[in-house]
């Protein structure tokens, strides 16, 4: 049965944005293997959709940046005004589309989801038992759910 390596999200960060060298020296030997059909790489629907939401948050804090905001504007800008932040981001749509399709849908990379009760009963334990964020638990109930092996997480 071949092994499936489970991507978090803020691990196609590193990769994508080139901030941690060794998690994408990892990922690239992972996608060697799982261009060799020795792996089988794997993310979830929510990682794509916090990924979506935190390349945005990115280029928009770039942004500002350029701007020479300091931290406090740029957190107010941030939770603050829609506006400007739909305004950033329709500047930047393509370019993070290209980025997300092109790595997940352009290396082949499997996309779970959840599609049970069994699933739902796992969320509410790992949200009131586990103390997960609701994020992180549909995360990890998916993963579970799709029996990944090793689950990659920085």
Do not use: P
Not at 8 to 37: C, F, G, M, P, S
Not at 83 to 101: A, D, G, H, M
């Amino acid at each position: 049965m071949i092994q499936v390596v489970f991507l978090d999200t803020d691990v196609i960060l590193d990769y994508l944005e080139n901030r941690n060298q060794e998690v994408r020296d990892v990922v690239a030997q992972l996608l060697l293997l799982h261009k060799k059909r020795r792996i089988l790489l794997a993310t979830s629907v929510f990682n794509i959709s916090e990924l979506i939401d935190k390349e945005f948050q990115i280029h928009f804090i770039g942004w500002c940046l350029k701007e020479g905001m300091s931290y406090e504007e740029i957190m107010s800008k941030l939770n603050r005004d829609e506006k400007l932040f739909k305004e950033v981001s329709n500047k930047n749509q393509e370019e993070v589309e290209r980025r997300i399709k092109g790595f997940i849908f352009g290396k082949g990379i499997e996309i779970f989801s959840l599609s049970g009760e069994k699933e739902y009963s796992e969320i509410y334990d790992l949200i009131y038992k586990r103390n997960l964020r609701s994020q992180d638990a549909l995360i990890v109930a998916t993963a579970l759910a799709n029996k990944v092996t090793f689950f990659f997480i920085e």
